[in-house]
């Protein structure tokens, strides 16, 4: 049988490139157990590819509604809103049809290094970003909700293509465009969740210099939420500048 003249390396080789149907036919005859279990392997990570592009089409329905009627939206997200320390940050994305990154997701559901990892590509592949930030002082003059709005605001105002609507997570922000408020936003909506991740990664980036100017407090760790580690830290070196102040496990710290 000529196929098998075709060692299991190579035939893995060309599983993993693009397969044409007629190889595929080919080898599903092909007896070896070697041969099999490569087919077996290929066709779950197949049904794997068609249900991430499934969920990935379901969470661009409120983007594609908007470039259906040549509009482009915004999606809006902020993290940063529990922690004792440090900023709320926020990031607006914009994408477009041609965007085809299906992983993307809400941060929460990613390990840091896929979030990493996806960091340079999304920042390239997006239409646009820009990001908002609001420290710990203002966080403490305001509250934290008013804070995140603002941190939104800013994001928005720094994109530098026009939009047309917003699409945002659980909130509405002060600005006369129309606004999409989705509860659950960062799992239902791509630009959403490509926001999240974008947000995330830069206030990790931001609490990782902090933890070098204030060591101590774990910061390069927790992100300036209250840890064991960092609530130690609060017991032996007392309050930075960049704690929230108006929190309560900080406030009983304040001399």
Sequence with gaps: MSHNKETIGSIKKLLNSKPTADELV????????????????????QEKKQHQQQAFEKRLIFE??????GAHLAGVDEV?????????VAAAVVIDESFDMTI?????????????????????????????IVDAEQIDSLNIYEASRIAMRQAI?????????????????DL???????IK???????IGAASILAKNYR???MKEFAVQYPGYGFEHNAGYGTAEHLAGLAKLGVTPIHRKTFSPVKKHLK
């Design 185 to 191: 936003g960062d799992d239902r909506s791509i630009s």
């Design 204 to 206: 990790d980036a931001l």
């Design 26 to 45: 080919r080898w599903r005859q092909d007896q070896r157990i070697g041969v099999q279990k490569l087919l077996m392997q290929y066709d779950k990570q």
């Design 64 to 69: 594609k509604q908007a470039w259906q009627q």
């Design 80 to 88: 940063g809103r529990g922690p004792l320390a440090g900023p709320v």
């Design 176 to 182: 006369p465009l129309p606004q999409e408020k989705l």
């Design 104 to 132: 993307v997701h809400d941060s929460k559901q990613l390990t840091e290094k896929t979030r990493l990892k996806l960091d340079q590509e999304l920042r390239e592949k997006v239409v646009d970003f820009a990001f908002g």
């Design 157 to 173: 105002e720094a994109l530098h293509v026009p939009i047309d609507g917003l699409l945002i997570d659980a909130m509405t922000v």
